[in-house]
């Protein structure tokens, strides 16, 4: 079956510059997440979209923006890398009917 | 608003022993819950979960969970630990169908000891 696809897999940038992860979601699956995990650290929720529209917002920094286009797949895109971004970010993807999120492997961002 | 608390950042059990890693949640609607395994260095598999069914779940490698409403909690349990269970357990709640997001507790790290 198909899964929540991530890229890059691995990413490493400098400080002050921007990175843009990608997610493409489960096919038919209208809702998508994305999740931030730092070292030692539970995920901790950043944003979600709903049929291309933002439909709930959590811990994202300013610096960071996101959205989904007309293929439902999202891209988030973070801008004057800090140390402490370095982390894994995960998406994840959703439809009502089973009720539960499904998530792609990652992708480690290391900010040098 | 919905969180859960797992006590116990770090469990140690011996190999063949009874693993039980503690979940309370707290939530302002029936929740569904679900327990997370995070491997070193790997994404998040879903080990097993509860949406208002039965509340008695079984998940893969031997883990059940069990829902007890009157206490809040949804506890994960394997009878006999192996070697390969050594991870990072999460547990999760969200509000159900149509708002899935999930908010996850701190972890649990068990250590099998051989």
């Known amino acids: 079956a198909a899964g929540v696809i991530q890229s890059p897999r691995h990413l490493i940038k400098e400080k002050r510059e921007t990175a843009t992860l990608k997610c493409y979601p489960i096919?038919?699956?209208?809702?998508v997440y994305w999740y931030q995990q730092g070292p030692g650290q539970d995920p901790q929720f950043l944003i979600s979209?709903?049929?291309?529209?933002?439909?709930d917002k959590g811990s994202i920094p300013d610096r960071f923006s996101a959205q989904q286009f007309s293929d439902y797949h999202s891209e988030l895109n973070m801008s004057s890398l800090e140390l402490g971004d370095s982390a894994l970010y995960f998406c994840?993807?959703?439809?009502?009917?089973?009720?539960?999120?499904?998530f792609g492997e990652g992708s480690r961002l290391t900010v040098l | 608003a919905q969180s859960v608390t797992q006590l116990g950042s770090h469990v140690s059990v011996s190999e063949g022993a009874l693993v039980l890693l503690r979940c309370n949640y707290s939530?302002?609607?029936?929740?569904?819950l679900f327990w997370y395994v995070q491997y070193p260095n790997q994404g998040l598999q879903l080990l097993l979960k509860?949406?208002?069914?039965?509340?008695l779940v079984k998940g893969i490698n031997g883990f059940e969970a069990e829902f007890k409403k009157s206490e809040t909690s949804f506890h994960l349990t394997k009878p006999s630990a192996h070697m390969s269970d050594a991870a990072e357990y999460f547990c999760?709640?969200?509000?159900?169908?149509?708002?899935?997001?999930?908010?996850f507790g701190t972890g649990t790290r068990l250590t099998i000891i051989p």
């Open positions: 994840a993807s959703s439809w009502a009917g089973p009720g539960e999120l499904f």
């Open positions: 096919p038919r699956h209208d809702t």
């Open positions: 979209f709903y049929e291309k529209m933002q439909s």
């Open positions: 939530s302002s609607v029936p929740p569904y």
């Open positions: 509860y949406t208002s069914a039965a509340t």
């Open positions: 999760a709640v969200s509000l159900g169908r149509g708002n899935e997001k999930l908010t």
